[in-house]
């Protein structure tokens, strides 16, 4: 039972920590990244960095 709860934790910093990094580096609120423990959040969460305008970003090449 211990070693499951441990798989899990584990398992779910390894999920968080590079939406969070991705998220802040975008400038984005980077606790968009606790998406991933909702069911399909695994899915959303990249959709919202694809789709969203990240103020971060360089202007477009002429």
Do not use: E
Not at 2 to 26: E, K, M, N, S
């Amino acid at each position: 039972m211990v070693t499951i709860l441990l798989g899990g934790l584990i398992f779910a910093v390894f999920c968080i920590y590079p939406f969070w990094r991705v998220f802040a580096r975008a400038g984005l609120p980077p606790a968009l990244s606790l998406l991933v423990f909702l069911p399909l959040g695994g899915f959303i969460a990249p959709m919202i960095l694809a789709f969203s305008r990240w103020p971060n970003a360089l202007p477009p090449a002429r």
